[in-house]
């Protein structure tokens, strides 16, 4: 359970910083919807790193072992 909390963890923190930096490199001046805002943009990178980082499939891992 901690290495999925991990994962999912890293996710956000690494959508976070790339969607900083598209508002900060890429970022439009206000006229559009996401990344017109620093707070949105890092907050629609943290939602997409969160569900590339979602384990699709959760093994048991009692089964692995054996």
């Known amino acids: 359970m901690k290495r999925y909390l ?3 963890s890293f996710g956000a923190i690494a959508g976070g910083v790339i969607g900083f930096s598209y508002y900060y490199f890429i970022g439009c001046e206000g006229s ?3 990344t017109g805002s620093p707070y949105i943009s890092t907050a629609y990178g943290v939602l997409a ?7 699709s499939k959760i093994k048991n891992e009692k089964s692995e072992t054996e």
Do not use: E, S, Y
């Open 32 to 34: 559009c919807p996401i």
């Open 49 to 55: 790193g969160i569900l590339v980082a979602f384990p």
């Open 6 to 8: 991990t994962r999912l």
